[in-house]
């Protein structure tokens, strides 16, 4: 009996304890902060598993937090915002940093969200946002730091170093480093797309058109029954009912020009290979082109060298490559060198060599000679062309070296650097696209090597003695346009849209990196910054010194330059050495992918070797179908410029974004103008037309 009362009255006075402890915390204010979490609009990302969140700051940190809300895992619904409030007894103080983990709601349940951002505003009416931008697929919890850049050097406090040290160990893990073939940059080691974290995959969107886009021209293929046609063309007419559909505005101006000796010359200004001509100071030695050759209205060919109207396209990194072998023909492949002069604004070839080593057997074709001589000259010229612009121009300085910048960035660089904050936009989709050319364009069985002369062992050769020729200068339009001595051609547009667009792309990329190097130590002593420049020289150059590369950074104005450099490189060049492929391919005899037939040795070549000579029915319809699929944008289309998903949060980034976007705009604005008055337009450098990255 008293055991029970006194067992009664200690639960009585434990019960009252209890009481008052609850009371007195009842009474501690709470301090509250709001939590704003955007999830992205895109296709599954959402969802309905339990997700869970800890504030950090320079204070202290809160408990973690179940996100809860009364319509339950809908709040975190794709496109939706929702609000939520995590309360603390203290203030946290500066917040840097936020962990979520994602639980399953249901057993054996668990799906992939993809929150773009989350707000925080604290107690005291300062608002943080955390950038996110990525898919959290598992139960682990995953570290974010605030929007507002910040160099190694610049850490707060320990945990925000650690959060920083791990998030680079855990990249360097998804994103390494391999040799896809000596001689070539390193890439992205993955044997396919679903080797990659889901953030850098395509969306479902772009999955889905990419893929049926490739799907319905491999239909359209196997039902006219072309496919697997391996006979030569009879009639070129019959060409242009490959894709009866698929026609643009320019197509059907190429189709109508194709033998023109000014649309040939105008394609080396304006077309898809826009860098190869060079001003000719004095002719090589292997090509004797005389002035009994050559008619002028005035003066010699020495004197119109002097007066720098004379131009080179010189072909050799093609010379002695071995060529493809299709559908057991032996294919051909010259080295040509292609003279051209400007006489009074007007910009026309005048003489072509086929090979590199002057004979007998080795003629220069002129205008002068008969129409089909001069014709078979121009197109073994065109084919070359196409060779050199796929494997060099388009691949190698575009692709590849995207890729280079890409690893190097997601390897190097954590989200909360500016360097990562100003690129990532601008690597969109790249790895992925890239994975895929090496899966289906230049395997062992792609289209590519399948289909074009320089496939197979020629591909590799051509591209390693690219690389090894490539220089610094060549990649910044200002000192390539300088160094091949151009920038006088008139009705440039390449030259004129690329010159302008490097110029606002500087002045925000100055702008930018400005705010956050005040000095050149700053840029010195960042070591994530030289660790991404050590890597491009190193995996993406070889380390070839040879090619001016920088290896480090010792000055703000070396890092602003590259930086341009690489923006330039994944936007702007990329589409204006890709966005055409369509419109001057489609017609096969202005860019024949490969020839069946030798060269001419003589002049008085007969009318029927040139059908004979262009690539057969298949080798033709694989070639355009490959080239409709990489010309087509997807409708997730990112313009440059465009930042859907804010990475700066800091006030002046933001400001200098805008005033990137307006001057973007109007030069479009301007780009369009001028090309209402052109009988050719040239929009492949419209801003509005391409996008921030390497994305097809």
């Known amino acids: ?222 039902l006219k029954g072309l496919e697997k046609r391996h006979e030569p063309w009879t009639d070129i007419d019959a060409v242009d009912r490959v894709f009866t559909y698929r026609t643009t505005d320019m197509s059907e101006y190429v189709q109508e020009q194709w033998q023109e000796d000014a649309f040939f010359a105008w394609q080396y200004l304006n077309g898809v290979n826009p860098i190869m001509i060079r001003c000719c100071e004095g002719l090589p030695e292997n090509f004797p082109v005389t002035d009994d050759m050559v008619f002028f209205c005035q003066g010699s060919l020495k004197r119109e060298m002097e007066r720098g109207n004379i131009f080179l396209c010189d072909y050799k990194r093609l010379d002695g490559v071995k060529p ?15 003279l051209f002069h400007n006489r009074g604004g007007k910009f026309m070839p005048i003489a072509i060599q086929l090979k590199q080593t002057p004979a007998e057997d080795n003629p220069i074709f002129l205008p002068t000679d008969s129409a089909y001589d001069w014709l078979m000259a121009k197109i073994f010229v065109r084919s070359a062309d196409f060779q050199e612009h796929q494997l060099n121009v388009h691949l190698l300085r575009t692709h590849l070296l995207a890729e280079v910048f890409a690893v190097s960035l997601l390897r190097n660089v954590p989200m909360v650097h500016p360097l990562y904050n100003l690129l990532v936009p601008h690597t969109r989709y790249t790895l992925q696209i890239n994975i895929l050319a090496r899966l289906g364009l230049i395997s062992e069985k792609g289209v590519f090597t399948q289909f074009a002369a320089s496939g197979g ?148 070549t007969k009318d029927h070797i040139m059908m004979q000579t262009l690539p057969n029915i298949s080798t033709t319809v694989k070639g355009m179908s490959t080239m409709w699929l990489l010309s087509k944008d997807s409708s997730d289309f990112v313009p440059l410029g465009r930042y859907p998903e804010q990475y700066f949060s800091e006030g002046f980034p933001r400001k200098l974004i805008k005033r990137f976007q307006r001057e973007l705009h109007k030069l479009s604005v301007s780009i369009k103008a001028r090309n209402d008055n052109l009988k050719l337009p040239y929009t492949y450098l419209d801003p509005a037309n391409f996008e921030n990255s390497v994305a097809i």
């Not at 493809?324 to 292609?338: D, H, R, S």
């Not at 490097?502 to 990329?509: C, L, N, Q, S, Y």
Request: aromatic fraction near 14%.
């Open 457 to 604: 062992e020629a591909m590799f050769t051509i591209m390693k003695r690219s690389l090894s020729s490539m220089t610094y200068k060549s990649l910044c339009i200002p000192d390539d346009i300088e160094e091949r001595g151009v920038g006088n051609i008139p009705n440039y547009y390449y030259k004129d849209d690329g010159l302008r667009l490097w110029d606002i792309i500087f002045r925000f990329v100055e702008g930018v990196l400005s705010y956050y190097y005040k000095t050149d130590d700053l840029v010195v002593n960042d070591t994530e910054l030289q660790d991404w420049i050590r890597d491009i020289f190193e995996h993406g150059f070889l380390s070839q010194e040879q090619t001016g590369i920088p290896q480090k950074f010792s000055t703000v104005a070396e890092l602003i330059k590259f930086v341009t450099m690489v923006i330039f490189t994944c936007s702007c060049q990329h589409s204006a050495v890709n966005s055409g492929q369509y419109d001057y391919g489609a017609w096969m005899p202005n860019t024949p992918t490969s020839l069946q037939c030798p060269p001419p040795t003589t002049k008085g």
């Open 324 to 338: 493809n072998t299709i559908n057991g023909k032996k294919q051909y492949l010259m080295a040509p060198l292609v």
């Open 1 to 222: 009996m008293y055991k029970r009362d006194e067992s009664g009255e200690s639960n009585q006075q434990t019960s009252s304890i209890s009481s008052a402890k609850i009371l007195q915390l009842s009474r501690v204010k709470m301090e509250n902060y709001e939590v704003t979490v955007y999830t992205t609009n895109c296709a599954f990302a959402a969802t309905f598993n339990n997700v869970y969140i800890k504030l950090v700051g320079t204070e202290g940190e809160s408990n973690r937090s179940w996100l809860f809300s009364i319509i339950g895992s809908l709040a975190l619904f794709k496109g939706d915002v929702a609000h939520f409030t995590v309360s603390c007894p203290k203030s946290l103080g500066t917040l840097f940093l936020i962990e979520l983990d994602k639980q399953d709601f249901l057993p054996f349940f668990q799906d992939s969200w993809y929150p773009s951002k989350v707000e925080v505003r604290s107690p005291e009416g300062d608002t943080y946002c955390f950038p996110v931008h990525r898919w959290i697929t598992d139960r682990e919890v995953n570290r974010f730091r605030e929007g507002k850049a910040v160099k190694t050097f610049e850490e707060p406090n320990t945990l925000a170093r650690y959060a920083r040290e791990q998030e680079l160990i855990g990249r360097k893990k998804d994103y390494c480093w391999e040799e896809w073939e000596k001689g070539l940059p390193h890439c992205i080691k993955g044997k396919s797309p679903l080797c990659l974290p889901p953030e850098v995959r395509f969306s479902y969107t772009k999955d889905t058109e990419f893929f049926w886009t490739a799907a319905i021209g491999q239909v359209e293929l196997h």
